[in-house]
């Protein structure tokens, strides 16, 4: 795989293109693709240059609310359809520097808030797998270009599980990082104590390099820092091969499915999952995570809080769209908010100021950031016992276009198994782990914070048992060729 899309884009970008024009005109990934247009960037002086070659001369998506220069960086949004970046992401330019070349910019729900990128405002994207249904969200556009073979990888953001959920959905690897380890710089805000840049992939070493290219501390974003290495980790890094960075068989914690609401095909594959960790020689352990109930609530409540402090500065002043006429700067602000923002954006941004309202914040906004300490609490004791936890992505397969058959309430209950994780700060990855009845299923591991090596090196494991694919009718696009 990886020697074709080293040389298609030097060789052939034209034809590159025109491939990805036919096959995106029906799942609609992109919402700009212009594969030339950084094609000619030296590659930048990178220490690990060598360590990851991998990386050289392949074409990325990024999701279109992280900055790449001379790109639009719209969000999905009418606010800020017209918007073009001025800078690069450092997660950007430090792939770029590692030699790989962004071609384009992906579909999303607007401002990444949702679950299935028909919140966008710009455009639409279904699944590549069946389109008749949702691709997932908000990292959609980035899920569905990677599972149709548009690119090798794309960049997503991860909220409240936004790189890993459309990952499930499409039948691809989505990692999600430690908070903090990768630079926010130009990452757009939705939610600042959560959000963090991840990578999707059908391929584990590229998704490795990849996550230890665009990690460590930054200078222009003071929350960043470089990922704590131990030994145990250092252990993880030389992989599964060796089973067992203690000294025993890794340890997975698992849920009881029971009580998880799961569907049969959901339930049925995680069973089929744990049974093939045993097979691999994992010890298999269940936990409780009792504080899994609080989760959805506790993460709605945070992320709309931040939102609508972050989403502030969205007022027709400074960038983005402006009315033709108003009367007053009061009636500039309500115009281009009211014009600007889609139906969730306004409902998320109500929400985030009624749980900040005076009088209520003890109720609301302070209860949610001890429940949080909770669960992250609970999370510690868990990895007391076992080294990683094995649960279902999302409740559920990919839904129908139109929220017929999940509701927008269902879709955000369901994040559950996703956002303890940005809760928590913990690493988690997404792996494929089956196609009943024609549509993806994915599984999630989560780790200890830095636990990244660990994911990476269970989910080679599991590869071994069962390999992604691509979605049925898409190859890479060399067929025109
Ligand atoms: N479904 C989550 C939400 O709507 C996903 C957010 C994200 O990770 N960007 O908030």
Request: include cysteine; hydrophobic fraction near 40%.
């Amino acid at each position: 795989m990886l020697t074709f899309w080293k040389n298609v884009l030097e060789n052939s970008p034209d034809a590159y293109e025109k491939a990805v024009r036919a096959r995106d005109a029906r799942i609609g990934s992109f919402l700009e693709f212009n594969p030339t247009r950084h094609l000619g960037n030296a590659p930048g002086e990178v220490a690990s240059a060598e360590k990851h070659a991998v990386l050289a001369g392949l074409p990325f998506g990024v999701k279109d609310n992280i900055a790449v220069d001379g790109f639009r960086l719209s969000c999905g949004s009418r606010i800020l359809e017209n918007f073009n970046s001025p800078y690069h992401a450092t997660a950007v330019q430090r792939l770029i520097d590692a030699g790989a070349v962004p071609v384009g910019k992906t579909n999303l729900d607007e401002f990444g808030m949702g679950s299935s990128t028909d919140n966008s405002a710009l455009g639409s994207t279904t699944n590549p797998w069946n389109e008749d249904y949702v691709v997932g969200g908000s990292s959609g556009g980035s899920a569905a270009a990677v599972a149709a073979g548009l690119v090798p990888f794309a960049l997503g953001s991860d909220t409240g599980g936004s790189v890993r959920q459309p990952a499930s959905f499409c039948g691809v690897y989505g990692l999600k990082p430690t908070y903090g380890t990768v630079s926010r710089f130009g990452l757009v805000a939705y939610a600042s104590s959560l959000d963090v840049i991840g990578a999707i992939s059908t391929d584990l070493d590229v998704l490795q390099a990849v996550y230890e290219v665009i990690s460590g501390a930054d200078p222009f974003d003071q929350t960043s820092m470089d990922p704590v290495p131990s030994a145990s980790h250092d252990a993880d890094a030389a992989g599964v091969a060796s089973l067992g960075y203690r000294g025993k068989s890794p340890c997975l914690g698992v849920l009881k499915p029971e009580q998880l609401e799961l569907s049969a095909e959901v339930a049925e594959t995680y069973q089929t999952c744990l049974e093939g960790f045993r097979s691999l020689g994992y010890e298999v352990k269940e936990v409780s995570l009792s504080m899994l109930e609080y989760v959805a609530p506790v993460y709605y409540t945070i992320a709309t809080a931040e939102a609508s402090a972050n989403l502030a500065r969205y007022n027709g002043v400074r960038y983005g769209l402006r009315p033709d006429y108003a009367e007053n700067p009061e009636e500039l602000v309500r115009l281009s908010r009211d014009q600007g923002f889609g139906a969730e954006v306004k409902l998320r941004i109500l929400l985030g100021t009624y749980v900040l309202r005076s009088g209520f914040q003890d109720q609301y906004y302070l209860r949610a950031q001890k429940i949080r300490t909770a669960i992250r609490t609970d999370f510690e004791a868990s990895f007391g016992e076992v080294d990683m936890i094995l649960t279902p992505t999302f409740p559920r397969q990919a839904f129908r276009h139109g929220g017929e058959d999940m509701s927008p309430f269902e879709q955000k209950q369901a994040d559950k198994f996703t956002a303890s994780a940005n809760l928590a700060g913990i690493p988690a990855l997404s792996f494929p782990a089956g196609v009943p009845k024609g549509l993806p299923v994915g599984m999630q591991l989560l780790a200890p914070a830095f636990g990244e090596p660990r994911l990476l090196a269970a989910a080679r494991d599991y590869a071994t048992l069962y390999k992604p694919e691509l979605a049925p009718g898409y190859e890479r696009p060399a067929g025109e060729q």
